[in-house]
């Protein structure tokens, strides 16, 4: 549990065995105790995930929730495969706040629309997760999506269920490539210069304190954010100034 919370390596649990021998030297657990990285990758995996799993699945079938979201992104893999990751998001009376938990993922060989909707509804349909309370389906690239919803509302439309909610496709893709091609536009290399500051105070005790000044009266974020990465860039600008 501390290594899944505490986002350890799994390699820091190799030798973990032989400390715990050594600390307690008079706990017969402690003497039997075997651990490495792959029994620990599997404890939390086979062990505790499904446990987890099957925490949220009786939240979410509880009957206190009447509308959930589904959310799906497709990414190509070091295996050149097409994987499809599938949350789910809704309001958790038992914890108080909106959840949202990865649930499964899938593997496409090209991710066509009627693919997409085969795996959404085989994957529900497995789980026992009743597609009469989902209420909206977040998605990123129109291309693609814009299709599967019209797919899903059709195969909606014949079990006699209300369409989805269409709050439109993922605006920030379309943004973030309008500010990244404006930035490659520009007479000098922002990026360069962003990171060029950021080294400046970094290498300097004194020019940290000046840094730390500017940050309060200008309720600055930390400068090291918009270094590297594009993504980054709505910090750029009070940054700069």
């Known amino acids: 549990m501390q290594l899944a ?3 350890y390596s799994h390699s820091s649990y190799d030798n973990i065995a032989a400390v715990c021998k050594a ?3 008079d706990s017969e657990i402690a003497q039997n105790l075997k651990m490495n ?3 620990a990758s599997y404890t939390i995996s086979d062990g505790l995930g499904p446990y987890f799993q099957n925490l949220f699945y009786t939240d979410l079938k509880s009957g206190q929730v009447p509308y959930f979201t589904l959310y799906f992104d497709e990414t190509t893999t070091q295996q050149v495969k097409k994987q499809m990751d599938i949350h789910i ?3 958790s009376e038992r ?3 909106v959840v949202v938990v990865y649930v499964d993922s899938a593997f496409l060989g090209h991710a066509e629309a009627s693919h997409i909707e085969d795996e959404i509804l085989q994957y529900m349909d497995r789980n026992n997760v009743k597609f009469q309370h989902l209420l909206q389906c977040s998605v990123d690239s129109p291309a693609v999506n814009n299709a599967f919803l019209r797919k899903l509302n ?3 439309d014949f079990q ?4 989805l909610v269409d709050l439109g496709t993922c605006s920030l893709h379309p943004v973030h490539t309008a500010f990244r091609k404006a930035v490659e536009a520009l007479p000098f290399d922002v990026e360069q210069f962003a990171t060029d500051i950021y080294q400046w105070f970094k290498l300097s005790s004194a020019r940290r304190d000046y840094e730390s000044v500017q ?3 200008h309720d600055l974020e930390d400068l090291e954010h918009c270094v590297g990465e594009f993504f980054r860039w709505l910090y750029l600008e009070p940054v700069c100034r």
């Open 5 to 7: 919370a505490s986002n």
């Open 23 to 25: 600390a307690f030297s």
């Open 37 to 39: 990285k792959k029994k």
């Open 89 to 91: 998001g809704y309001w």
């Open 95 to 97: 914890f108080g706040r």
């Open 154 to 156: 059709f195969y909606f």
């Open 160 to 163: 006699k269920v209300p369409p």
């Open 215 to 217: 940050k309060e009266l």
